[in-house]
């Protein structure tokens, strides 16, 4: 028998547990450290049934993309904290006013409180527990919501942290959209989303009502731009692995091409031998991921016959069809699209990679500039003054220069969006600082000249007052 979902009482009871922990007892440097060892081990043990789970949910996906974008990634996050997390809770100096001298200043960095963490299903082990790691470093307690659309996932996930946290330091909720909105309105101490614009706009309205503080990691349309100096077929390649990743169903996947008019026939060719290369037979390659449900599925299909019947042309990479039986979806190129189309207003989530050409660089460059910011752009050019006018004339939450996705594996670069692509950032020590309270504390000297500005306003005052003005 299924296990009926939290209601909003029982919810409102677990996250009071771990408020009521909190306020007991803040984590010390060594018992951090030690959760996040036993985090690692028990990560590694459990390893194939991670990889297992999340293809079972997906119905396939491959073992080797989940060992890398999941398991490898959120390995080395840990890995990287425990090294480093001594030096990230130092107190920091800071300098005080020189009229306020010899009094000192520093920055402690203490724990929030209660963290809440809203996953996907995309990468559903990866965008759980790294932030629960950046959390966790940062001395907070914790509550995840798991996605409905990856359920053995989220079974295996409170098996897993029920061995190494105890029931009042991390909880696991289970559960549908329903549940998912009642989680959101808790009076968490910051709340970490990642998912759609849509739905982020709706988390935020309901972290507002508690004045929750909210990191937003919410994708939207990532361009790919080559450059009339970059290495063409290089590029077709590093944006085709990038957007074939678990079959697009990535937040940082390029999203649109925008590359020189003359190319694009290039552009096609090119792809169809290199997606050749790295998915031969396709339709029976374990290697390529399924769409995650059939709903998804269905919203891809919607965007590739809207488009097509909008005017757009579709070029098939591969002669292995779709096939919603086994939610394969082979990756298609769309040429002659425009803004009217679906396929250019909605991040697409899935293998479908319109090509937009362009007559010079500026016209590209006003063209991200009118849409939304995106959270990854990608920049293929060799030309470094190309590459540094790319870079300031758009904004974005990351870019990668001559590759796609990698600048979200570096745990030393925070990895956020920016306007409506997302809003803060964590990884590494921007996450422990994400998930930190950065209190400021001045300590007065024994022996100061405070006193001097004392009332009643003499004339004495009124000098130095004037001196300090610098008139």
Not at 33 to 60: C, H, M, N, P, W
Not at 257 to 286: C, G, H, I, K, M
Not at 443 to 450: D, F, G, K, V
């Amino acid at each position: 028998m299924d296990t009926p979902p939290p209601s909003l009482d029982s919810l409102r009871a677990q996250f009071d547990r771990l408020r009521g922990a909190q306020l007991q007892n803040t984590p010390d440097y060594r018992q951090r450290r030690d959760q996040l060892e036993k985090l690692a081990q028990t990560i590694s043990r459990y390893r194939e049934d991670i990889v297992q789970a999340i293809s079972t949910d997906f119905g396939r996906r491959s073992r080797v993309e989940t060992l890398a974008a999941d398991i490898m990634t959120t390995l080395g996050e840990i890995r990287h904290t425990r090294k480093h997390l001594r030096r990230w809770m130092r107190p920091q100096r800071r300098s005080v006013n020189l009229t306020f001298k010899p009094a000192r200043g520093e920055v402690r960095f203490q724990p929030l409180g209660v963290i809440g963490i809203v996953a996907p299903w995309n990468y559903p082990f990866q965008l759980a527990v790294l932030p629960l790691a950046n959390a966790i470093a940062a001395g907070n307690r914790v509550m995840i919501k798991p996605s409905e659309f990856t359920p053995r996932l989220s079974e295996l996930l409170v098996r897993m942290l029920a061995e190494v946290f105890a029931a009042e330091h991390v909880v696991v909720v289970q559960g549908d959209a329903a549940v998912g909105a009642a989680f959101t309105r808790l009076p968490f101490d910051h709340l970490l989303f990642t998912g759609s614009t849509s739905v982020g706009r709706e988390v935020m309205r309901a972290a507002a009502a508690n004045l929750t503080p909210v990191t937003l990691e919410l994708g939207g349309k990532s361009p790919a731009i080559i450059g009339s100096g970059a290495r063409f077929e290089n590029a077709v390649e590093r944006i085709l692995v990038g957007k074939t990743l678990n079959a697009g169903q990535t937040c940082i996947a390029p999203d649109y091409v925008l590359l020189p008019r003359e190319r694009v026939d290039a552009f096609v060719d090119s792809a169809r031998s290199t997606l050749a290369r790295l998915y031969p037979q396709l339709a029976s390659n374990t290697q390529y991921a399924s769409i995650v449900s059939d709903t998804h599925y269905a919203r891809l299909s919607a965007l590739r016959d809207g488009a097509v019947s909008s005017g757009a042309t579709a070029h098939a990479l591969t002669d292995a069809s779709a096939n919603p039986a086994t939610r394969s979806f082979p990756p298609l190129l769309l040429s002659g699209v425009d803004d009217s189309m679906r396929v250019m207003q909605e991040e697409i989530f899935g293998p479908l990679l319109p090509l937009v050409p362009y007559d010079t660089l500026d016209d590209a460059l006003a063209y991200v500039a009118a849409h939304p910011h995106p959270l990854a752009l990608y920049i293929f050019e060799d030309d470094r003054d190309t590459v540094d006018n790319i870079l300031a004339r758009s904004r974005a939450g990351g870019v990668s220069v001559n590759d796609t996705i990698l600048h979200v594996a570096q745990h030393d670069l925070p990895f956020g969006g920016v306007g409506p692509s997302g809003i803060g950032a964590y990884h590494g020590e921007d996450g422990f600082r994400a998930f930190s309270h950065m209190k400021p504390v001045f300590r007065q000297a024994r022996w100061n000249s405070t006193s001097l500005m004392n009332p009643p306003y003499g004339a004495t005052f009124q000098r130095l007052l004037k001196l300090l003005l610098g008139r």
